[in-house]
């Protein structure tokens, strides 16, 4: 059973950072791509950060330069590091994943991830 655990949301001021944290079980961790997802109410989930297998990784234009997204394949845990946070990034932060190539680049479309995390909330006050 797959099973995704995010944490690390908080309330930051704008100009602070956040690392959100997705602890994975239940899956052969480097056979999978992954990725982290957001969503602010009434708006679509968007995609934000997401890493292929060989390492990879898209980001959304409107995180380029300020997030970044990695993992650790031995404590099967992905990471995004955000800095520069800004209000506008305040959401619901979810990671996903879904198995994959080895050459396979992730996308930031949610509809080809399968496994989702609960969600994590970011706040980002001005």
């Known amino acids: 059973q797959v099973q995704l655990v995010e944490s690390g949301g908080g309330s930051v001021q704008a100009g602070g950072s956040l690392r959100l944290s997705c602890a994975a079980s239940g899956i052969i961790y480097d056979m999978y791509c992954m990725g982290w997802f957001r969503q602010s109410p009434g708006n679509v989930r968007e995609g934000v950060a997401t890493?292929?297998?060989?390492?990879?990784?898209t980001l959304a234009d409107s995180v380029k330069g300020r997030f970044t997204i990695s993992k650790d394949n031995a404590k099967k845990t992905l990471y995004l590091q955000m800095n520069s946070l800004k209000p506008e990034d305040t959401a619901i932060f979810y990671c996903a994943v879904r198995l994959c190539s080895e050459t396979a680049i992730a996308p930031l479309t949610d509809s080809f991830y399968i496994h989702w995390g609960q969600g994590t909330q970011v706040t980002v006050s001005s």
């Open positions: 890493l292929g297998r060989d390492g990879r990784s």
